[in-house]
């Protein structure tokens, strides 16, 4: 018997998101060239944009985003240079999951494959080119997208995973239960055998 759950984001999960943004990364924009970043910014420090401005993406999903950047900036898996790239994308990425995903409250809900399909179009009929290999002009359009659903996919399958786990056993103790209640009883022994 297989069983599938869908990833979903959890309470606990929901919890470690906010708890985690505390302090100054709980502000909606984060001045890159303040004090705050100092160990995260290069000496020679010449990029045009200042700050991350998340206050225009969508309510639910703002919180994600933000932790999604905390988490690889601090376990330094994205340099502050990158986390300002895929920042300029925030608008039409705003836009997008606001047409297409109005409901949506987590990335999980939105299918990676359908969504890139989807951002592709917007972005092409919003005026950005496509490359001589197929892709996008601009990486950092198309891989924020990829980076955020696999993110959280993988963030929330960790507690999936173990709800589906439990949820095996409890399924596998019932099959037990449920076995030996139809054994004929010629199968089960004499009971002051039985040891």
């Known amino acids: 018997m297989s069983v599938a759950l869908k990833i979903t984001n959890t309470p606990e999960k929901i919890g470690e998101i906010s708890s985690t943004l505390i302090g100054y990364w709980q502000n909606d924009i984060w001045y890159i060239t303040g004090p705050f970043f100092n160990d995260m910014r290069p000496e020679k420090w010449s990029v045009r944009n200042k700050a991350i401005d998340f206050s225009i993406l969508p309510a639910p999903l703002r919180e994600e985003v933000k932790f999604f950047f905390v988490k690889r900036l601090t376990e330094q898996s994205l340099r502050l240079q990158s986390a300002l790239n895929y920042g300029i994308c925030f608008s039409r990425l705003a836009e997008f999951i ?98």
């Open 98 to 195: 606001s047409n297409s995903y109005p409901n949506a409250n987590s990335f999980v809900e939105i299918h990676l494959d359908k969504a890139m399909t989807k951002w592709r179009s917007y972005l092409v009929n919003h005026g950005m080119s496509v490359g001589k290999d197929g892709h996008l002009a601009s990486k950092s359009y198309e891989t924020i997208l990829q980076q955020l659903c696999g993110f959280f996919e993988s963030y929330y399958a960790r507690a999936t995973n173990l709800k589906k786990m439990f949820g095996k056993l409890e399924i596998y103790q019932a099959q037990s239960l449920i076995r030996v209640t139809i054994l004929p009883s010629k199968f089960l022994g004499n009971p002051q055998t039985l040891s």
